[in-house]
């Protein structure tokens, strides 16, 4: 087993696509610190709406509330593209049949490269919080403010927090793979059920009345933001709706639609042909 | 150390849009031999192979791959194979994608530089795989094939898509690649190659298993061809001495309807004649008359 985690990991590490994931991660993180920075620094120019802002939420003290953000939906449509890239390619290549016709059997092959997904999305999710933290730093140093961080069962909780998140969405992007036996059309479905199936099946439901707030609550879009949100904001929204369930709630919603997708691709790829 | 290793009967494989594209196929490849799998495009060949290696499953019937059902972990770990073309990472380079490979297989990477000299490749190595030629990724392909030194080496259609050096330096290799214990199974529509390389022959049409046998059998040899001066001659002398059914001319030489093993007696009596022989050998058919015979097909179609 240890042998198609590292040939799983050998490809993920150096994929192009994997890597730019990566960069694309920092640069985000990065931006987004810098611009708001500026905002703070020229109110000018930003408005007022940003210089009410407060500069403080940019220290590291409030790191984890302003990175956690970017788990979803960025995150997550980053880590669908990942996870289809993943499968569907593999068709594509012709390297199916390679991995296939190697000792390992076809699940064993799969759980290799779940594992492996799963530490490329923790190694994304240290690398968001740790540019968080860089930047907060910087930023604090700019400004000459004393450095507090934040707990670390607070950074270990929402960096784990953003790698189920991840983990979870960069499954589904697999399963995708394996059902369209492609990767354009897994991104593309993938993308469209987070970013705009799933929110209008929401507002459908919620359009149905609290009688079916249940199904509202087994939305993966919607778990996956209230773990997010459980973990607070940086800026308070008065004005904002309280997390439709629990954070602990959340985080076994999101589990068990990680085993599920896990499950589809394990179902596809054990009984179909690979032709 | 079982004598056949690859046995399939009754294997069949249709598919869900109603083909049939292998029917009832019983094959059997020996220890040591390499089997030449023969067959006209579409013939049903690929999707064989690809049930012999476990990519497939077939839809009745049963087959044993290196002592085990296709796909078996122990029977793969003995199997090496290139399906159409090479499968390996574009944006690797050449060692990585035998790294990946390695790894999968279980096989220390010690045995990546010995099989990248094999096949010549060991100075592109560190090229990536997408930049390599066809030739050169049909080649990777085998060097993948062969990193578990497999016991038994399948490989569809190697010379697909060569130029002709490619060709030459692919037929060099499966040469080379069968000889001692290995058993190779070398799908192929390319009769040359075959006739060249191939011990044992299996041609299949439209599915279905059509001949088994050696390439000497399925030749066959059906008299002698004679080339003499005068012909009209010759064929006066031979008439008289085999009857008129045994001497036909075709093309300005004779063919006579005798045992091979009577060639000498052909030309002790010619010469007897005061005629010339200056060519006697014996008449076999082409291994490509064979194969259209058996397939149906239209030569030069």
């Given at each position: 087993?240890?042998?198609?985690?590292?040939?799983e990991?050998?490809?993920?590490?150096q994929r192009?696509a994997?890597?730019?994931?990566?960069?694309?991660?920092?640069?985000?993180?990065?931006?987004?610190?810098?611009v708001?920075?500026?905002?703070?620094?020229?109110?000018?120019v930003?408005g007022?709406?940003?210089?009410?802002?407060?500069?403080?939420?940019?220290y590291?003290?409030?790191?984890?509330?302003?990175?956690i953000?970017a788990?979803?939906?960025?995150?997550?449509?980053l880590?669908?593209?990942?996870?289809?890239?993943?499968?569907?390619?593999?068709?594509?290549?012709?390297?199916?049949?390679?991995?296939?016709?190697q000792?390992?059997?076809?699940?064993?092959?799969?759980?290799?490269?779940v594992?492996?997904?799963?530490l490329?999305?923790g190694?994304l999710s240290?690398?968001?919080?740790?540019?968080?933290?860089?930047c907060?730093?910087?930023?604090?140093?700019?400004?000459?403010?004393?450095?507090s961080?934040p707990?670390?069962?607070?950074i270990a909780?929402?960096?784990g927090?953003t790698?189920?998140?991840?983990g979870?969405?960069?499954?589904?992007?697999?399963a995708?793979?394996?059902v369209f036996?492609?990767?354009?059309?897994?991104?593309?479905?993938?993308?469209?059920?987070?970013?705009?199936?799933?929110t209008?099946l929401?507002?459908?439901?919620?359009?149905l009345g609290?009688?079916?707030?249940?199904?509202?609550k087994?939305?993966?879009?919607?778990?996956?933001?209230?773990?997010?949100?459980?973990?607070?904001t940086?800026?308070p929204d008065p004005?904002?709706?309280?997390?439709?369930v629990?954070?602990?709630?959340?985080?076994?919603?999101?589990?068990v639609?990680?085993l599920?997708f896990?499950a589809?691709?394990?179902?596809?790829?054990?009984?179909?042909?690979?032709? | 150390?079982?004598?056949?290793?690859?046995?399939?009967h009754?294997?069949?494989?249709?598919y869900?849009?109603?083909?049939?594209?292998?029917a009832?196929?019983?094959m059997?490849?020996?220890?040591?031999?390499v089997?030449?799998?023969?067959?006209?495009?579409?013939?049903?060949?690929?999707?064989?192979?690809?049930?012999?290696?476990?990519?497939?499953?077939?839809?009745?019937?049963?087959?044993r791959?290196?002592?085990?059902?296709?796909?078996d972990?122990a029977?793969?770990?003995?199997?090496g194979?290139?399906?159409?073309?090479?499968?390996?990472?574009?944006?690797?380079?050449?060692?990585?994608?035998?790294k990946?490979?390695a790894?999968?297989?279980?096989?220390?990477?010690?045995r990546?530089?010995?099989?990248?000299?094999?096949v010549?490749?060991?100075?592109s190595?560190h090229?990536r795989?997408g930049?390599?030629?066809t030739?050169?990724?049909?080649?990777l392909g085998?060097?993948a094939?062969?990193?578990k030194?497999?016991?038994?080496?399948?490989?569809d259609?190697?010379?697909?898509?060569?130029?002709?050096?490619?060709m030459?330096?692919?037929?060099?290799?499966i040469?080379?690649?069968?000889q001692?214990?290995?058993?190779?199974?070398l799908?192929?529509?390319?009769l040359?190659?075959?006739?060249?390389?191939?011990?044992?022959?299996?041609?299949?049409?439209?599915?279905?298993?059509?001949?088994?046998?050696?390439v000497a059998?399925?030749?066959?040899?059906?008299?002698?061809?004679v080339?003499?001066e005068?012909?009209?001659?010759a064929?006066?002398?031979?008439?008289?001495?085999?009857?008129?059914?045994?001497?036909?001319?075709?093309?300005?030489?004779?063919?006579?309807?005798?045992?091979?093993a009577?060639?000498?007696?052909?030309?002790?009596?010619?010469?007897?004649?005061?005629?010339?022989v200056t060519?006697l050998?014996?008449?076999?058919r082409?291994?490509?008359?064979?194969?259209?015979?058996?397939t149906?097909?239209e030569?030069g179609?």
């Amino acid at each position: 087993m240890m042998g198609i985690i590292k040939a799983e990991w050998r490809k993920l590490r150096q994929r192009p696509a994997y890597i730019v994931g990566a960069a694309l991660v920092v640069a985000v993180c990065a931006l987004v610190y810098g611009v708001n920075y500026f905002q703070f620094t020229h109110p000018a120019v930003a408005g007022q709406a940003h210089a009410a802002l407060d500069r403080q939420t940019l220290y590291p003290a409030d790191f984890v509330l302003n990175v956690i953000g970017a788990s979803f939906p960025l995150g997550a449509a980053l880590a669908i593209v990942l996870g289809a890239l993943a499968s569907g390619a593999e068709y594509g290549w012709g390297t199916l049949k390679t991995v296939l016709t190697q000792r390992p059997g076809r699940l064993q092959a799969l759980a290799g490269r779940v594992v492996a997904m799963g530490l490329w999305m923790g190694l994304l999710s240290c690398l968001l919080y740790g540019a968080g933290a860089i930047c907060s730093l910087v930023i604090a140093g700019l400004d000459g403010h004393a450095v507090s961080w934040p707990s670390s069962l607070v950074i270990a909780q929402a960096v784990g927090a953003t790698w189920l998140i991840l983990g979870c969405y960069s499954l589904l992007g697999l399963a995708l793979g394996f059902v369209f036996r492609q990767a354009a059309a897994a991104v593309g479905l993938g993308v469209i059920y987070l970013v705009l199936l799933q929110t209008i099946l929401v507002r459908f439901v919620s359009g149905l009345g609290t009688a079916y707030e249940w199904v509202l609550k087994a939305f993966d879009g919607e778990n996956a933001g209230s773990l997010v949100q459980s973990f607070g904001t940086a800026v308070p929204d008065p004005h904002a709706p309280p997390p439709l369930v629990g954070g602990s709630q959340a985080v076994v919603v999101l589990a068990v639609y990680a085993l599920a997708f896990a499950a589809i691709a394990a179902g596809l790829l054990s009984r179909r042909d690979v032709t | 150390m079982e004598p056949t290793v690859i046995e399939t009967h009754g294997l069949t494989k249709r598919y869900r849009n109603g083909v049939l594209a292998v029917a009832d196929l019983d094959m059997s490849v020996r220890r040591g031999e390499v089997y030449g799998f023969l067959g006209p495009n579409g013939a049903g060949k690929t999707t064989t192979l690809r049930m012999l290696v476990g990519l497939i499953r077939p839809t009745s019937g049963w087959a044993r791959v290196a002592g085990h059902a296709p796909g078996d972990s122990a029977g793969l770990a003995r199997t090496g194979s290139l399906v159409e073309t090479a499968g390996l990472y574009p944006y690797l380079s050449g060692r990585e994608n035998m790294k990946v490979v390695a790894d999968l297989a279980g096989v220390p990477h010690s045995r990546i530089d010995p099989v990248l000299d094999e096949v010549d490749l060991a100075s592109s190595a560190h090229r990536r795989f997408g930049t390599y030629s066809t030739g050169m990724k049909q080649r990777l392909g085998v060097a993948a094939a062969l990193l578990k030194t497999p016991e038994l080496l399948i490989l569809d259609e190697p010379t697909n898509g060569l130029d002709p050096q490619g060709m030459a330096e692919m037929r060099r290799l499966i040469r080379e690649l069968g000889q001692g214990e290995r058993t190779v199974l070398l799908s192929s529509h390319l009769l040359g190659e075959v006739q060249q390389i191939c011990d044992r022959v299996g041609v299949i049409s439209g599915g279905r298993l059509v001949t088994q046998a050696t390439v000497a059998e399925l030749r066959g040899e059906r008299g002698v061809l004679v080339r003499a001066e005068p012909i009209e001659g010759a064929q006066q002398v031979l008439t008289a001495a085999l009857g008129a059914g045994s001497v036909t001319t075709v093309d300005g030489t004779l063919q006579v309807g005798i045992d091979p093993a009577r060639g000498a007696e052909v030309s002790a009596r010619l010469a007897a004649a005061g005629i010339a022989v200056t060519e006697l050998r014996p008449l076999e058919r082409s291994l490509e008359e064979v194969f259209f015979q058996l397939t149906g097909e239209e030569q030069g179609s």
